[in-house]
């Protein structure tokens, strides 16, 4: 055995967790900036929560509510800009994956008045402002890891960055942030963190540790897909996707993504396909084209889902996500080799080609995956 482990984020999970632990902000300063969307953090509530915790401890706050569904890096230069100009002490990022690695972006610019595209040097001269991180998705566990992944639109893609410094100081973890989530948003979402816990499992960079985070994280989602399947998404079941959610977060802190990942986002950047969506369009033929290589693992995420067979799981995902798109031969060749650009294909299981990821596109997008 041979591993590390380390999550730099002091995770705060429950009802009501800002409410009882609202001293932990003044441990952090007296300049909040709070970094997130133009929707999702008022109406979950948790906006309003964040400012009143803020307020009765005194601390000063700015809003910066214009992080976009897939942030650029002009975005975040913008957000960090103003975070300086400010005077800020730490980033309180509150929302799903963009407002969250924005925040992280944001809080590197903030210390370091660099060319955003520098963010992926990851080496920076001073430490990031803290980050506190609200998720009001049950997704991208963005809260519990140190990436930060932006849209470049110099390279047509969305590409990652962050190191140690950049895991979020504290996440504020409470499910009530997520019922205003569409049902849709919330099968989205949720398919994105089966597929952080499902590709790091899988994955080359597994270890012991985040194996056992994994399987309990994949054997959630399968006890929840009923409740997906059938909208019927309680307090209880919400609370039990963001607690998947969060431990797909640890699990790829230490094992990254794969082929999904690399793959999806081509389809995030030009179909406008939301990130989880993606993902889960592309589970199916994954898990078919790295049998040979990772058969033993594969066969026990299907005993954990209670389901006999990779088309099984396929048939559950397309009723989950309907599909309809089709990509022209172009497009299919443009994003496999795009994906190979992505670091994340180098930890597949099985040693990808890039033909391979033309005839997953295809199996997929040409002839419906059947
Ligand atoms: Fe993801």
Redesign the pocket.
């Known amino acids: 055995m041979n591993f590390k482990f380390m999550i730099g984020t002091k995770a705060l999970f429950g009802k009501g967790c800002i409410e009882s632990n609202k001293a932990i902000f003044k441990e952090f300063g007296k300049k909040a900036f709070i970094v997130t969307g133009k929707n999702s953090a008022k109406a979950s509530g948790a906006l309003g929560d964040v400012v009143e915790a803020l307020k009765e401890c005194g601390i000063e706050y700015s809003i910066y509510d214009r992080v976009l569904n897939n942030p650029t890096l002009e975005n975040v230069k913008e957000g960090g800009d103003l975070a300086r100009e400010f005077g800020a002490d730490f980033i309180v990022g509150i929302g799903g ?1 963009s407002p969250l690695d924005a925040s992280k972006a944001v809080a590197v610019l903030a210390s370091n008045n660099i060319d955003p595209v520098d963010l992926y040097k990851n080496v920076f001269e001073n430490k990031p402002l803290p980050i506190i991180a609200i998720p009001t998705t049950a ?3 963005s809260e519990i890891t140190p990436y930060s ?1 932006l849209t470049r639109n110099d390279l047509k893609t969305k590409k990652s960055f962050g190191n140690e410094d950049t895991f979020p100081a504290v996440a504020f973890l409470d499910a009530r942030y997520t019922e205003s989530m569409s049902y849709q948003t919330t099968v989205d979402t949720a398919m ?2 089966f ?2 816990s499902l590709e790091g499992y899988l994955g080359r960079r597994s270890t012991p540790v985040s194996d056992i985070l994994a399987i309990e994280a994949i054997r959630i989602f399968g006890e929840c897909i009923e409740n997906l399947l059938n909208n019927r998404l309680d307090f209880e079941v919400r609370e039990r996707l963001l607690y998947m959610s969060m431990l ?1 977060g640890m699990v ?1 802190s230490h094992t990254g ?1 794969t082929l999904i ?1 690399g793959l ?1 986002y081509s389809l995030t950047y030009f179909k406008d396909i939301p ?2 969506r993606a ?1 889960g369009y592309l589970v199916r033929e994954y898990l078919k084209y790295n049998y040979e290589a990772a058969g033993e693992k594969i066969d026990n995420v299907l005993k954990l889902l209670k389901m006999s067979s990779i088309d099984e799981l396929g048939d559950i995902i397309d009723k989950l996500l309907p599909c309809d798109l089709t990509l022209s031969k172009e497009e299919m060749e443009m994003y496999a080799g795009l994906a190979m650009q992505q670091r994340s294909i180098t930890s597949n299981a099985r040693t990808v080609a890039e033909e391979d990821l033309r005839e997953i596109l295809r199996k997929v997008f040409n002839d419906g995956g059947k």
């Open positions: 994956g997704g991208t566990g992944i994105d963190a597929t952080h797909g790829i993504t990942h999806g990130h989880g993902n």
